[in-house]
């Protein structure tokens, strides 16, 4: 039977137990998950990802950059896989449900599909993407910007954490350096479940985040140099304290984004003295900041405002201030026809629900340059993630599930001449597979 019977729920406790047996790898004292990309403990959950999803008939394959994808076979195997999955890397204060949410209901819906029988014409497959996080090796996304070609599989390996171990060196001090060249791996289309991270959908009362939007975003490095001298004996009129410049130019992020409110969101999340004393005025600073909007245009007076602050912080202080922007992504817009499979699917199974944008990065945002994409959310408490507080429940985590079931069925079965008008065609299938009415 080609169509996904409408009344196939995914198993909720099934997939809660995964959620909760997983977070043990790098789980800490507050409850939440420290689980740094290619870290051993990252390489513990991906053997346990690896297992699982084979136990469940999954074929699983790794890229050059560690992107795990576990593939479930269709009737024809000519047509691309329909896909979904997102991360299991984590921030250091990170949750228990930030990408993980979304790769395990991967896996549970291929589980339900499995205990029921049913076999899509086209294979699908769960992702697990290298390094989403962006904490331990910048760039955030940096596999699945690799696979829409955005960088080099070399470039990307290249890439350095403050310890100075290259991305291609904690790939193979965990094993995790595949064979498959990156980007080589078809995907007829992508949808990613998420928690939304933000609190609109728990704050309205709403299952279902159907997004079709993606805000875009700038990442700076930046350098002040002052002048190290002593606490004691400096005047201050004669100081050139780093600190101070710092303390500014935080200051004026924070102002700048204000002035573009309510969209526009800036953060100042790394800042390192070096050579930190107490009574050593401090001379070298190094800091990051994060900018986001979901306007191109706004992203760029941002930038423009930062640097003219900046300079002239440094000139009224006598401080050297570099600020280079190491990466950005424009806003993305998601696929319609698959933003509209997501939003027939969420009707059939009568989850109330609103069109949103992320305010938080994610792999389908790269995905959305090459593969038609779109993403489901759910709610987290209060908006809470990067955090070890960020939670959500097992009814919500099951309806994101339920949702992503429904749409990955309809896009497998849907007609897919590989053309943007047979992705159309799924939302249409889409309805009639979920909506019981039809
Ligand atoms: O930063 C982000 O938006 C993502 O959560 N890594
Ligand atoms: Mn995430
Ligand atoms: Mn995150």
């Known amino acids: 039977m080609h169509e996904t019977r409408h009344n196939l729920r995914v198993d909720g406790s099934r997939l809660w137990a995964m959620i909760q047996e997983t977070a043990r790898f790098g789980g800490t004292p507050e409850g939440g998950v420290d689980r740094l990309t290619l870290s051993a403990t990252d390489g513990q959950v991906r053997d346990w990802f690896r297992d699982a999803c084979e136990a469940a008939g999954l074929e699983i394959h790794v890229d050059e950059l560690g992107t795990q994808f576990a593939l479930r076979r269709g009737r024809d195997m000519s047509l691309a896989p329909v896909a979904c999955g997102s991360h299991l890397d984590t921030q250091p204060t990170g949750g228990r449900f930030d990408g993980i949410l979304g790769t395990l209901a991967g ?3 291929m589980r339900t599909l499995n205990d029921a029988g049913i076999e899509t014409e086209a294979p699908l497959m769960v992702v697990n993407w290298t390094n989403e996080e962006g904490s331990r090796f910048a760039p955030a996304t940096m596999a699945s910007a690799a696979y829409a070609g955005l960088y080099t599989a070399e470039d990307i390996r290249s890439r350095r954490d403050a310890a100075g171990i290259s991305v291609g060196e904690a790939l193979d001090a965990i094993g995790y350096r595949g064979g498959e060249p990156t980007g080589a791996r078809p995907i ?3 949808v990613e479940l998420h928690i939304e991270q933000g609190p609109i959908l728990d704050a309205e009362g709403e299952t279902i985040g159907v997004v079709d939007r993606c805000q875009g975003v700038a990442w700076y490095d930046g350098t002040i140099t002052g002048f190290e001298s002593h606490a004691g004996t400096t005047p201050m009129p004669r100081r050139r304290d780093a600190q101070c410049g710092l303390a500014e130019i935080a200051l004026a992020a924070e102002a700048i984004a204000l002035a573009h409110a309510p969209s526009a969101v800036a953060t100042m999340g790394e800042a390192v003295i070096a050579a ?6 401090p001379g070298r600073i190094a800091f990051t900041l994060d900018i986001r909007d979901p306007d191109q245009g706004t992203l760029d007076a941002i930038d423009a405002a930062l640097r003219e602050r900046i300079a002239e912080i440094g000139t009224r202080r006598n401080l050297a201030i570099t600020l280079d922007k190491i990466w950005s992504r424009a806003p993305v817009v998601f696929d319609a026809s698959v933003v509209s499979a997501v939003e027939s ?4 199974l009568g989850l ?3 069109r949103m944008v992320s305010g938080a990065q994610h792999d389908a945002c790269n995905l959305a ?3 038609p994409t779109a993403m489901i959310f759910v709610p987290c408490k209060d908006g809470i993630s990067h ?21 990955l069925v309809a896009l497998a079965n849907a007609p897919q001449a590989g053309s943007t008008s047979s992705v159309s065609g799924i939302a249409a299938k889409t309805q009639s597979a979920s909506d019981p009415s039809s």
């Open 345 to 348: 699917a969420t009707r059939g």
């Open 387 to 407: 955090n070890p507080a960020e939670s959500a429940t097992l009814a919500d985590c099951t309806a994101g599930a339920d949702v992503l079931l429904q749409t």
């Open 188 to 190: 007829g289309a992508f």
């Open 369 to 371: 340059d090459t593969v």
């Open 107 to 109: 896996l549970e819906v």
């Open 276 to 281: 930190p004393s107490r009574n050593v005025v």
């Open 352 to 354: 109330s629900h609103r």
